[in-house]
């Protein structure tokens, strides 16, 4: 059982002191309500506050070891979560509207190795939006990882831990399989970016292996796995600067790359649809008609495996809108947004769906994107 803090009881009241706006009481203005407008970030003020997300904000927390903000809490969980706040470290971001990655589809070549501009030599500039861009050259693991020592004894497999690289580059992950009680294969699921020598391996027994050597849940004291680095010289990763940059975009914006070499990549966006346009209205929709999202993901074979810092970035939501109708067909009028989904990396397709009839001719339609205001409650003990 995990300790939580309660939030009133019988006869106890909730506590306003310490709200989101000063002044010692509501009369003078003590709030729990707070909008952060798209592509803002809301630093969590000092205390303990349950917040409650809406549909398309986060609560993140800057990552002291990669020195980025991570989401701690996605949008539109269930329930409020919990946050200490130090009024530095955590914050509600609202990333509609913005890039969050880039999906490297030509690496370049003749880069110097590193993190950012001023190391690599590199800089990359949006067609749109004007945020700033850290290029990472070099440093990638390469896919086949050489078992040293398989070890003996493992009845489950083993989890893969691999040492972080420096600040501001991306880790790696991978994972095992056994046989006959010793690791046989390693896959490597994130190559990473920015590592400046092999990283070390740590393998860490299952939680339920009772024969591994160094015990259940502990590091094994046995297998041994060693790692080898590729991708000098090319573009192994790139992303906006942590902070929250440039301005909200409605297309998907291009990289320009200086050196060019042969680089190329596409932005990774986190849109919000805000409405559809009517391209044909189609027939006999009756009364009812809803407009949904489709094709979300960034397309293309990326040069290194990095889904984490990918196409894993955001978890799309499609958009739910109820359609504007005139006599059985579709119109741009009258439409209402009920949801306008999140983490939508490119600008989708989509679906006009009857719900009190059968189409006899369909309706087509043309998504508008960019961010959406952000609503969020956050309630302190």
Not at 234 to 260: E, H, I, N, Q, R
Request: aromatic residues 6%.
């Amino acid at each position: 059982m995990c300790a939580f803090p309660r939030i009133g009881g019988a006869g106890i009241p909730l506590n306003v002191a310490g709200g989101l706006a000063g002044g010692g009481g509501v009369a003078s203005g003590l709030s729990n309500l707070v909008t952060v407008l798209p592509g803002k970030r809301f630093l969590i003020p000092a205390g303990i506050w349950a917040i409650d997300l809406d549909l398309v904000s986060n609560i993140e927390f800057l990552d002291p070891v990669s020195g980025m903000w991570r989401v701690a809490s996605a949008a539109y969980g269930d329930g409020h979560t919990v946050v200490n706040s130090d009024s530095t470290n955590f914050a509600v971001a609202n990333r509609t509207g913005l890039p969050v990655g880039g999906l490297i589809t030509n690496a370049g070549t003749g880069y110097t190795n590193g993190i950012g501009s001023a190391a690599t030599g590199l800089t990359i500039t949006p067609s749109a939006g004007g945020s700033t861009w850290v290029p990472i050259v070099g440093g990638a693991i390469a896919t086949a990882v050489t078992i040293t020592a398989a070890g003996s004894g493992f009845t489950f497999a083993p989890h893969l831990v691999v040492d972080a690289p420096p600040t501001g580059g991306f880790q790696a992950s991978m994972t095992c399989t056994i046989s006959a009680g010793a690791i046989n294969a390693v896959t490597v699921v994130n190559q990473g970016a920015g590592y400046i020598g092999p990283p070390r391996i740590t393998v860490i027994n299952d939680i339920r292996d009772l024969t591994a050597a160094g015990g259940p849940g502990q590091v094994n004291t046995v297998a041994v796995l060693t790692a080898a680095l590729t991708g000098s010289g090319t573009l192994t990763g790139m992303y906006p600067t942590p902070g929250l940059d440039g301005t909200v975009l409605t297309a998907v914006p291009t990289f320009t790359f200086s050196p060019a070499s042969t680089t190329a990549a596409t932005a990774i966006m986190n849109f919000a649809v805000t409405s559809y346009t009517q391209t044909a209205g189609g027939t006999a929709y009756g009364t009812s008609a809803m407009v949904i999202s489709n094709n979300h993901i960034v397309a293309g074979t990326p040069i290194y495996a990095n889904p984490a810092h990918t196409t894993g970035l955001t978890t799309p939501r499609p958009c739910r809108i109820l359609a504007g109708l005139s006599g059985g067909a579709l119109t741009t009028a009258n439409q209402v947004v009920e949801d306008p989904g999140s983490g939508i990396q490119v600008v989708p397709t989509l679906g006009v769906l009857s719900m009190t009839s059968i189409a006899t001719a369909i309706a087509t339609a043309t998504a508008n994107v960019g961010g959406v205001n952000s609503q969020v409650w956050m309630q302190p003990f």
